[in-house]
């Protein structure tokens, strides 16, 4: 069994700012890549930020200059820290990690439950 827990979310005024958590437990060989994603009522989950085993990131170009994903690979944890919130960035913010539980399997996606990001005007 794997689990990702997610932490952070919550209500925040515009031009705030709000760090999330994530830790992977359980059965894990290794972790590939880790990320967040969100999705806003009415639309489709969207890529925020990624950041590889190595370090190596990517941002939407939404939250670029805004948000800095980093991980702790001794902890199995992700982190999204998000500066200068707006009311677009309202939305469930899920965790992701690629992993691979042993030498056989194959790394696939694994998600957390998700956390509520609200950001008012």
């Known amino acids: 069994q794997v689990q990702l827990v997610e932490s952070g979310g919550g209500l925040v005024q515009a031009g705030g700012s709000l760090r999330l958590s994530c830790t992977a437990s359980?059965?894990?060989?290794?972790?590939?890549?880790m990320g967040w994603y969100r999705q806003a009522p009415g639309k489709q989950r969207e890529l925020v930020a990624a950041?590889?085993?190595?370090?190596?990131?990517n941002y939407a170009d939404s939250v670029k200059g805004r948000c800095t994903i980093s991980r702790d690979n001794g902890k199995n944890t992700v982190y999204l820290q998000m500066n200068s919130l707006k009311p677009e960035d309202t939305a469930v913010y899920y965790c992701?990690?690629?992993?691979?539980?042993?030498?056989?399997?194959?790394?696939?996606?694994?998600w957390g439950q998700g956390t509520q990001v609200t950001v008012s005007s």
């Open positions: 359980g059965s894990i060989l290794s972790i590939n890549a």
């Open positions: 992701n990690a690629e992993l691979k539980r042993t030498s056989i399997l194959r790394a696939r996606d694994y």
């Open positions: 950041i590889t085993s190595g370090g190596d990131t």
